[in-house]
């Protein structure tokens, strides 16, 4: 089945720098690859999406790309401020028949330093 | 946006009872997830419910375990069966995010924190 690769597992920043988390997937099927944001005792929250179609897609300051051909993808944050710390989860739809499955990396822990 | 609600938002069981959660969605959908999220780690994916079909478990979960209804396209409950303190964790529902366009939805509900004593 799918396996879905989050790394790092922490990242600390500094403000106004920029970010950078990457996932691996490991079926070439998957095609859709979403990105959730949570935050401490909340539900995650989507932020931004990629289908497999496209190699990049960017919304204000965040931005993923996908490279198909060596089944990764990236998110990458900039001008980082301090609300964008918290836990981000990538995932892959893993297709399975007619039902799609949506897998979740570990998760990384992202923390802007003042 | 799309709302989802989920019922309890947490309990506190005994060990070999069971707990239903309710999961409710202001929209119908086709697929809705159903998670596990142990404190500080990711999700794992317990099953995915289709209206009028069974559920499709994944790997280390089984049906007698965590028996899943979805009568309607709005609706699921997953019960946690026979509870141990190992299933201490939060249950959340979720729908799939590529029905919507936005980022502003709401595409998991707020969860259901159990805990078994």
């Known amino acids: 089945g799918e396996n879905v690769e989050q790394h790092p597992s922490t990242l600390s920043v500094q403000e106004g720098d920029s970010a950078v988390i990457k996932c691996t997937y490991s079926?070439?099927?998957?095609?859709?690859f979403p990105w959730y944001k949570q935050e401490l005792g909340k539900r995650p929250q989507l932020i931004i999406d990629?289908?497999?179609?496209?190699g990049e897609k960017k919304d204000q300051r965040i931005a993923v790309t996908l490279n198909k051909t060596a089944k990764h993808f990236s998110l990458h944050i900039t001008e980082t401020q301090p609300e964008d710390s918290a836990v981000y989860f990538c995932?892959?739809?893993?297709?399975?028949?007619?039902?799609?499955?949506?897998?979740f990396g570990k998760g990384t822990r992202l923390h802007i330093l003042p | 946006s799309a709302v989802i609600s989920q019922k309890p938002s947490r309990d506190i069981c005994q060990r070999g009872t069971s707990l239903t959660i309710q999961c409710q969605v202001d929209?119908?959908?086709?697929?809705m997830f159903w998670y596990r999220q142990q404190p500080g780690q990711s999700l794992t994916l317990i099953a995915t419910?289709?209206?009028?079909?069974?559920?499709?478990?994944e790997s280390g979960f089984v049906i007698d375990k965590f028996p899943i209804s979805r009568p309607n396209l709005t609706f699921s409950t997953l019960t946690v069966s026979n509870m141990s303190p190992e299933d201490s964790s939060i249950y959340l529902c979720s729908v799939d995010p590529r029905r919507s366009s936005s980022y502003n939805e709401q595409f998991f509900g707020p969860g259901t924190r159990l805990t078994v004593l």
């Open positions: 079926d070439s099927a998957s095609n859709y």
């Open positions: 929209s119908q959908v086709t697929m």
């Open positions: 990629i289908r497999s179609n496209v």
């Open positions: 995932a892959a739809t893993r297709p399975v028949n007619r039902d799609d499955k949506i897998i």
């Open positions: 419910a289709n209206q009028g079909s069974e559920a499709t478990y």
